[in-house]
T-cell receptor
Framework: DQQVKQNSPSLSVQEGRISILNCDYT??????FLWYKKYPAEGPTFLIS?????DKNEDGRFTVFLNKSAKHLSLHIVPSQPGDSAVYFC?????????FGKGTKLSVKP | GAGVSQSPSNKVTEKGKDVELRCDPI?????LYWYRQSLGQGLEFLIY????????KSGLPSDRFSAERTGGSVSTLTIQRTQQEDSAVYLC?????????????FGPGTRLTVL
């Protein structure tokens, strides 16, 4: 049973617009969440994180929002750029290791 | 500096054969993780090493899977009697220590194909 869910396998966005990637989780004990970005033939790279004591964390064009009551987080990319095209994984820190979602493939069209 | 490296980058094997996958973590990183990503799936945790402590093997899918970490550095993931469902990308990650505040750095992965 998946504890971290990314229900959209893909997302296509026009350059300059906002990209919103969503993630849901089931375990209320998770207290730290991360987003990773993965290009083909490369390992995932850390993008941004958020602790459960916060509801927002911002880093440049990337902002992560956490809604604990809904067990939902989202990653906003504004403005989106073609170089942002990649697979984005949501992950939760639980029981000593990272639990990943299946990923969402983002395509940013010029 | 050098990142996490993995070898081979690609491995094709026949069903029933044993395979060994290697991971060289970033120098000085005490924590090492193995994950696998099957087609259409997320990253699945396999095993975690932290310093000289006993590894957390809770993610290993069967007793055909084992891993070692020699001298607190290089790690080898061994899959015995490979099955077609073992086909996946196997990713290794390392971090300074095994806690969430330490970022995990991933290697490029080994793509395993079992025919």
């Amino acid at each position: 049973d998946q504890q971290v869910k990314q229900n959209s396998p893909s997302l296509s966005v026009q350059e300059g617009r906002i990209s919103i990637l969503n993630c849901d989780y089931t375990n209320s004990m998770f207290d730290y969440f991360l987003w990773y970005k993965k290009y083909p033939a490369e390992g995932p790279t850390f993008l941004i994180s958020i602790s459960s004591i916060k509801d927002k964390n911002e880093d440049g064009r990337f902002t992560v929002f956490l809604n604990k009551s809904a067990k939902h987080l989202s990653l906003h990319i504004v403005p989106s750029q073609p170089g942002d095209s990649a697979v984005y994984f949501c992950a939760a820190w639980g029981q000593g290791n990272l639990i990943f979602g299946k990923g969402t493939k983002l395509s940013v069209k010029p | 500096g050098a990142g996490v490296s993995q070898s081979p980058s690609n491995k094709v094997t026949e069903k029933g054969k044993d395979v060994e996958l290697r991971c060289d973590p970033i120098s000085g990183h005490t924590a090492l993780y193995w994950y696998r990503q099957s087609l259409g799936q997320g990253l699945e945790f396999l095993i975690y090493f932290q310093g000289n402590s006993a590894p957390d093997k809770s993610g290993l899918p069967s007793d055909r899977f084992s891993a070692e970490r020699t001298g607190g550095s290089v790690s080898t993931l061994t899959i015995q009697r490979t099955q077609q469902e073992d086909s996946a990308v196997y990713l290794c990650a390392s971090s300074l220590a095994g806690a969430i505040q330490w970022e995990q750095f991933f290697g490029p992965g080994t793509r395993l194909t079992v025919l």
